[in-house]
Each structure stands twice: as C-alpha cells, then as structure tokens.
C-alpha cells in the first residue's frame, strides 16, 4: 500500500531543474510505494510562476503543474493570513504525513514540530524523523 507525501513548491522545482527523480529516490530510502500529495497553495505557487516567473522558472513551474494534474489533491481550508509554510506544517501534522522540500525554512519548521520531512542534501535525498 503506497504512503503519501505531501510536496511542496521545492521540491517539485528543484526536482525538475537539476533533472532528478526525487520521487523515486523517496521510494528508493523508503522502500515503499510513494503517492504525492499536492495541497491548494503549491497549486497556487506553480500558476503564479508559470505566468509570471522568468522563461525557464515559468517552463519548469508549467511542467510541475501538468506532474501534479496526476497527484492526489488534498483541499483543507487555509486560515485567513496563514503563511505558506504554516499552513503546510499543520496540515501535515494535522494528517500526520512527511512533507518533501529543499526550502529550508520549511524544513526547520516542520523539524520544530517534529513532523517527518524528505530533503535535498547535495545530488542525494535525506529523511528526517520517523515515518509510519
């Protein structure tokens, strides 16, 4: 049975920029099936950057939205005025699944609450914290 993930702006980017297949390295240090989960604001970010961003940061924001048309969508309401990565971190601890990024804001906000997160550490992808 696969085990969801939620991804985050990042790590959809960099995946497709450095050309990595982070979601198979997941599942490689997992040695599990991996279903990403993609949650309304990472939808919102990709839009926005692929009609505003630079050429090839709006192609690579394009690209990630067509990859994240086959994920599973997860719509829990955001607060009114909840940040970003706020709004991440508790619905993740709220569904209690790991959260996939190279923003290492992020990351050390999940890691305060000690909420499992995938990361980037040079060409190789880490996870942090125990995952169920």
């Not at 991996?34 to 090839?56: D, H, Q, T």
């Not at 990859?67 to 309401?77: G, M, R, S, T």
């Amino acid at each position: 049975m696969p085990k969801k993930v939620i991804l985050d702006t990042s790590f959809l980017m960099v995946s497709l920029e450095k050309g990595l297949d982070l979601l198979g390295e997941l599942e490689k240090i997992l040695s599990v099936k991996v279903e990403p989960v993609i949650l309304p604001p990472v939808v919102e970010e990709l839009e926005r950057l692929a009609s505003k961003g630079k050429p090839k940061v709006g192609r690579t924001a394009s690209f990630a939205l067509k990859l994240a048309e086959k994920y599973v969508k997860v719509n829990v309401e955001r607060r009114p005025g909840e940040p970003v990565d706020d709004y991440l971190a508790r619905v993740a601890g709220e569904m209690k699944l790991p959260v996939a990024t190279v923003d290492l804001k992020l990351k050390r906000e999940l890691r305060r609450r000690g909420i499992p997160v995938a990361y980037l550490r040079g060409r190789r992808l880490e996870l942090e914290g125990w995952w169920d």
